[in-house]
């Protein structure tokens, strides 16, 4: 039982950082593109459309670190540790919320 409890342990931890990177990458590859976009325009005001697309690569990204949090719970070895793991997931779901309700009410004025 202790080994299977190891080989899980060790199987999340290697999962919990692959969509870490994966959700960092998501995010630094969609906010490169909106700026490099937003320079070809030459620094204009930006548009509903860059708002939104920057605002969909964050809340992919956000999902992947999130998934990676709800991961940690099943590894988190003590309460305190739960506790933190519990703090995040909050605050990344709330700030994935407001993400989507930004991008629901660009789409609506659209």
């Not at 299977?4 to 692959?18: F, K, M, Q, Y």
């Not at 030459?42 to 998934?67: H, I, N, V, W, Y």
């Not at 003590?78 to 793991?85: F, P, Q, S």
Request: a negative charge; hydrophobic letters at 55%; one cysteine or more.
């Amino acid at each position: 039982m202790d080994l299977l409890n190891t080989v899980l342990g060790s199987l999340a931890e290697v999962l919990i950082c692959i969509l870490e990177v994966i959700g960092i990458l998501i995010i630094a590859y969609s906010s490169i593109a909106v700026f490099i976009r937003y320079c070809r325009l030459r620094f204009q005001e930006p548009d509903s459309e860059l708002k939104l697309q920057l605002a969909q690569g964050m809340t992919l990204g956000l999902e992947f670190l999130l998934a990676g949090e709800i991961l940690h719970t099943i590894v988190a070895r003590d309460i305190y540790e739960l506790i933190a793991v519990g703090g995040l997931v909050i605050i990344r779901s709330l700030i994935t919320l407001l993400l989507y309700w930004e991008i629901k009410n660009d789409t609506y004025k659209r």
